[in-house]
């Protein structure tokens, strides 16, 4: 990562697309950890989501005493440990504890105390699994899963004047939500659905809800979008990759990565010009499209399976790209050219 004097949220999201492909990753982390501590952030509240990223990083990388001193940092960076931003960063701190070796003990008391979170944040199944997964406790991780399904289905089903029981939760209409934000129940109920298929688990009435749920998803979401741009983002090398492997591809995002640029950048000048606010693309991977065929045994070029996966991605806040930046700030699509030399005059060729 180029030296800056100070890093800005795009600079930040650039990074969190880009920063495992840069040839150094583990700079990359000890750059944003360094810019954290000397303040060199544009907006000092981003102190633990640059840590978060740098404890990542170094974690994915097989490094967990820098994974640990991230991930700390980072937790003691937000207003608490009790903030929801800073799940994601005790999760990352379990792990490393985990791969460190000989202290299983606190990284499940700090997965124990994120337990909690699994009924109310949409992001926990996923990282809370992931670590205990990290931690060769994929079954306690399906324990949790279950036990969090069950409440939530319990309290739907109590709301509505339902009977409580396990059998008649499962079976009971669940709000999915808007096709780009299901919530919590969705997301407990799919990571709950990986987690037993990884054990290789027997399929029961749960899995089968969240095989329901998908569907509707899918369903919902090619419904709402039609002929709309998904605003699927695929960056440089990934793009390469999805017309590599799915040809067919070049006639919806493009037959290069200018076109697929000026496709999105278009579409996005389009929606403003309709009245939408708080616009912004969604970083996609050909691996995360192919994952998501494999769930529901169809073809990553189906239109289907692509907004479903749209929809998937764009639940991630991680993975949110805002729009428009400023004329001189890095461009969205990670080029690091500006905005204004780079996709702005797109939408006008």
Known sequence: MPTRDVLTKADLAELRRSALGTANPLGVAADLAEAAEQGRLEDPDDAGDALTLAAEIAEIRARPEAALRYAEQAVAAYPSGDDPRAGFARALRARALFRAGGQDDEAMAELTALRPLLLTQPDAPAYVSAALDAGGRSATAETWLSEAVDSVLNERATAAGSATSTSTATDAVVDLGPPDAPGVTFFLLQQRHRVRRNLNLPHDRQDDLADRLETQLVRRAGERRD??????????????????????????????????RGRL?????????AGQAGLGVFGATVAGLNAFAGRRDGDPADAGVRAGYAAEVSARSSARIPWPPERNDACWCGSGLKYKKDCLPRSRS
């Open 227 to 260: 002929a709309e741009s998904d605003l699927l983002f695929w960056p440089r090398a990934e793009f390469d990759t999805l017309i590599s492997e799915h040809p067919a591809l070049a006639e919806v995002y493009g037959p290069d990565w200018d076109a697929h």
């Open 265 to 273: 950048e278009k579409e996005l000048v389009r929606l403003r010009s």
